[in-house]
């Protein structure tokens, strides 16, 4: 089946360094890959965002890029805070009939250390 | 402030218990999720409902089932619980793919403990 595969599971950086997270995916149709953040105790949200008419999208202190042809797409960010701690999780849209789905990546537990 | 509800936090239940997780969402979305968090896994696809009585297996389906009678409401059920089901549920709602707002909108999750 479809796969989305992120690396590494675990980060830790220190407070003002960037951390980067790499995902691969399986099916060159996707065409839609959001990242996520969950913090402890909350459901994942949303906070970037890339389609694959665009190679970069950046918001501030995060940024996204994309490689179609490698099937890659990675998330930076820049000038780490503590508030950045969380689990970050990548997924691609993979289409089955009239629908898509989004598939995850197994995620990555950053630790911004102060 | 968009919102998807899950009705518990925390639940405990026992085995071999009728188990029934419920999730609600104010946005219209047509198309909602039901997902298992485990550690080391991510988020595992369990159900999925593209609309009012519709619903399609994802990845992890076996041990439980979906209704949906109304399009708010998206509720997954345990048939009868046991350990290995022990897990965090998160229930998301998106509206459909063809849409250019296509991000997915998850509930805060609920953690049962099957005892």
């Known amino acids: 089946g479809e796969n989305v595969e992120q690396h590494p599971s675990t980060l830790s950086v220190q407070e003002g360094d960037s951390a980067v997270i790499k995902c691969t995916y399986s099916?060159?149709?996707?065409?839609?890959f959001p990242w996520y953040k969950q913090e402890l105790g909350k459901g994942p949200q949303l906070i970037i965002d890339?389609?694959?008419?665009?190679g970069e999208k950046k918001d501030q202190r995060i940024a996204v890029t994309l490689n179609k042809t490698a099937k890659h797409f990675s998330l930076y960010i820049t000038e780490t805070q503590p508030e950045d701690s969380a689990v970050y999780f990548c997924?691609?849209?993979?289409?089955?009939?009239?629908?898509?789905?989004?598939?995850f990546g197994k995620g990555t537990k950053l630790s911004v250390k102060p | 402030d968009v919102k998807v509800t899950q009705s518990s936090r925390y639940l405990v239940k026992r085995t071999g218990e009728k188990v029934f997780l419920e999730c609600v969402q104010d946005m219209d979305h047509e198309n909602m999720f039901w997902y298992r968090q485990d550690p080391g896994l991510g988020l595992r696809l369990i159900y999925f409902?593209?609309?009012?009585?519709?619903?399609e297996k994802g990845d992890i389906p076996e041990g439980y089932s979906v209704s949906r009678e109304k399009k708010e409401r998206f509720s997954l059920i345990l048939e009868s619980a046991s350990t290995n089901q022990t897990s965090m549920y998160l229930c998301?709602?998106?509206?459909?793919?063809?849409?250019?707002?296509?991000?997915?909108?998850f509930g805060q999750g609920t953690r049962l403990t099957v005892v």
């Open positions: 409902s593209y609309d009012v009585k519709m619903k």
């Open positions: 099916d060159s149709a996707s065409n839609y």
């Open positions: 890339i389609r694959s008419n665009v």
């Open positions: 997924a691609a849209e993979f289409w089955g009939g009239s629908q898509g789905n989004l598939i």
């Open positions: 998301a709602s998106r509206a459909p793919a063809t849409q250019p707002n296509t991000e997915a909108f």
